[in-house]
């Protein structure tokens, strides 16, 4: 007889296996199948997806890394230290990073034993329903479940002809994995991998140019922390090239040929050593065996599914990088403990309003919330509060003053509309913003709580006050 679950979790990353311990917590029987080994020396599947095993995790482990590097290279001769010249070890980087990957994957076996959740290895698709129960294929065996969540996850978007070998060619996977630092390196796409990876390498001494089609630079960011990343990113070494068009690509002993037109549209061609391709992802669905069940996926090949990610059939649940919205770790875990939860017949919600944005570059951006421009757009009445992280105490101290704080909130309401934050810490920073605005709070209620002196975050209190005219520090 099949084996039979209240839940069945198809895809064991941050918005599968959080709904798996999620669901078991509140008393249901789980199982979760995970096929991807992400080159496990054993070949057993790795829990934790890409993020853990190919994205998130492994490239805040290299940023590290790089960004101590540069302070030793350029920054502690400011404060008075002297260390001489540094020098990188780029698989004692590498291996560092691999074990970090490897701890964290193991912890959350741990935690699947601790809940009780079954893990299957194998890939999940479905095969069919009945009886009050959705059948699914994962590996050599059937399994039945009353309810399904499909957390597939998504893959790397590669260029058309253009074969990935991670070794001249990489997409964010092979980015991680680079066996020394290349004297040129290339990057197509000026998304957050694409940056993250080009600060990486171009901090460790290589030659970085990063070639985008958009003409203009973050266009998914505020226009105004847009306008100081690519000064402040420019200044540190890369080479941006906006509005281009990628045209052949070719790899020979010597490395890397890229023929583009530029945005003028005039034919130009850039030698590298290496190329990374980050031009966005694409949803797993391909193997999903949707057909079989009437499981219904838009044009893009993401599954439709409702505000409570509910998909068109009963029972049948989806989550993450495979459905509509934003493609990040802490979106696809939001939506996966309200799944668990409404499952359960609690009132999960994951509120798309508020999820925050990080890029891990150096300065740090974040925001959440809307940018200046959309609400231009929508022709939304607002004020403003911005503040330089160089009117900071504690910025100065760290020696870390480019950026700055912005606050936008309702005009007329005072309610916070949106915060958008390019500084040092802006990944951390940006949690007080989320849960202001995921409480409806207004900048008056920021600029009258007490923030501990000196620190970074006196420079979001600043931006409150500014929104009404009356910052005390600038």
């Not at 007080?432 to 209620?445: K, R």
């Amino acid at each position: 007889m099949a084996q039979r679950f209240d839940v069945l979790v198809i895809g064991g990353g941050p918005g599968g296996y959080v709904a798996a311990i999620r669901a078991a917590q509140l008393g249901l029987t789980v199982a979760c199948c995970e096929s991807n080994p992400y080159a496990d020396p054993k070949g057993e599947p790795r829990l934790g997806g890409t993020c853990l095993n190919v994205g998130c995790i492994p490239s805040k482990a290299l940023l590290h890394t790089s960004h101590l590097f540069a302070e030793a290279a350029h920054g502690f001769a400011a404060q008075g230290i002297s260390v001489g010249a540094p020098a990188i070890d780029v698989p004692t980087m590498i291996g560092r990073k691999n074990a970090i990957v490897d701890q964290l994957t193991s912890g959350i076996r741990g935690l699947f034993k601790k809940n009780k959740v079954t893990l299957l290895k194998g890939h999940g698709a479905f095969a069919g329903g009945g009886e009050g129960a959705w059948q699914v294929r994962v590996g050599e065996e059937t399994v039945a479940a009353g309810q399904v969540i499909v957390a597939t996850g998504s893959r790397a978007r590669h260029l058309p002809g253009v074969p990935v070998d991670h070794k001249l060619v990489c997409d964010n996977a092979g980015a991680l994995d680079i066996d020394a630092v290349p004297k040129r390196l290339a990057i197509v796409g000026a998304g957050v991998i694409g940056l993250e990876m080009g600060s990486v390498w171009r901090r460790l001494g290589a030659e970085v140019t990063i070639l985008e089609a958009l003409p203009d630079f973050l266009a998914v960011a505020d226009a105004d922390v847009a306008k100081e990343a690519a000064k402040l990113f420019r200044k540190q070494g890369l080479d941006i090239r906006l509005g281009v068009t990628i045209g052949e690509v070719k790899t020979s002993k010597k490395g890397v040929s890229v023929a583009y037109a530029d945005k003028t549209g005039a034919a130009q061609h850039l030698e590298a050593d290496r190329l990374i391709v980050s031009i966005g992802r694409v949803p797993n669905t391909d193997g999903l065996a949707a057909e079989v069940v009437g499981l219904k996926l838009d044009e893009r090949g993401r599954v439709e599914v409702d505000a409570h990610c509910r998909t068109n059939l009963p029972g049948v649940w989806a989550v993450g990088d495979v459905v509509r919205g934003p493609m990040l770790a802490h979106k696809a875990m939001e939506e996966a403990v309200m799944v668990a939860e409404r499952i359960a017949g609690q009132a999960g919600h994951c509120n798309l309003d508020t999820i925050p944005w990080v890029l891990y570059t150096s300065p740090e951006i974040a925001w959440v919330g809307r940018t200046e421009q959309q609400l231009k757009a929508d022709g939304v009445t607002y004020k403003a509060g911005r503040i330089p992280f160089a009117a900071n105490g504690r910025a100065l101290g760290m020696g870390e003053t480019a950026g700055f704080v912005k606050m936008l909130a309702d005009a007329r309401t005072d309610r916070i509309l949106g915060v958008h934050v390019i500084g040092a810490n802006a990944s951390e920073l940006i949690a007080e913003a989320v849960v202001a605005m995921e409480f409806g709070a207004a900048s008056e209620d920021l600029a009258r709580i007490c923030h501990a002196h000196p620190t970074l975050s006196e420079v979001m209190h600043e931006a409150a006050l500014a929104c009404d005219g009356r910052p005390l520090h600038f």
